[in-house]
């Protein structure tokens, strides 16, 4: 923190009318501190602003020039200081800043090519996932035209089986009718 330096100030009320003589001037040295304050009694009476023209009408605002420096050259050498300080420090947190910056980006980094490399795992699995449904899906194709020839080989058999019943049948009535009898001749019909 800086200390208590004394500042040579001028603080000016500037007049309405635009006239710099008739400015209102305040004039001193002083030590300003940190969160130090003064009132308008020890600067201008506040119920005068108006009657001694201060008070800008069309613009309802009054307007003030300060200027202020260090009292001696080795006061401001000590501001000068002081500022440097400050901007040496705000350096140096800048610089830690970037560091930690730096060192979250790096795991930020690291962290994306791990997620790039399980996102190429993830897409070489779903290209072997699909090789793999794509391959199910043609054995189920061949499975459904094996499943399609096996049921007509079913009706043909059932088919057979029925004709050859229908067969057998057949030749135990002729069996019956004709009473076999090894005198008669037999005679044998072609379907």
């Not at 100030?9 to 304050?37: A, P």
């Not at 980094?109 to 795992?121: A, D, G, P, S």
Request: no cysteine.
């Amino acid at each position: 923190m800086l200390q208590p330096i004394d500042y040579t100030y001028i603080v000016e009320l500037v007049h309405s009318s635009g006239d710099v003589s008739l400015n209102y001037t305040m004039k001193g040295t002083g030590q300003f501190k940190s969160g130090w304050q003064n009132g308008w009694k020890s600067f201008y009476p506040i119920e005068h602003l108006n009657s001694g023209g201060f008070l800008w009408p069309d613009e309802d605002k009054i307007k003030f020039i300060f200027k202020f420096q260090p009292a001696t050259i080795f006061e401001q050498n000590k501001v000068l200081e002081w500022h440097l300080n400050q901007m040496e420090h705000k350096a140096r947190n800048a610089e830690d800043a970037i560091a930690r910056l730096q060192e979250e980006k790096k795991k930020i980094e690291q962290t994306v090519t791990e997620q790039r490399r399980q996102i190429e795992k993830i897409e070489k699995r779903e290209i072997q996932l699909k090789e793999t449904l794509g391959s199910q899906q043609k054995d189920r194709e061949l499975i459904a035209d094996q499943r399609s020839e096996l049921k007509a080989l079913k009706r043909d058999n059932e088919s057979l089986k029925k004709k050859l019943n229908d067969f057998v049948a057949a030749q135990k009535r002729r069996n019956k009718m004709m009473d076999y009898n090894p005198s008669e001749k037999v005679v044998f019909l072609k379907f």
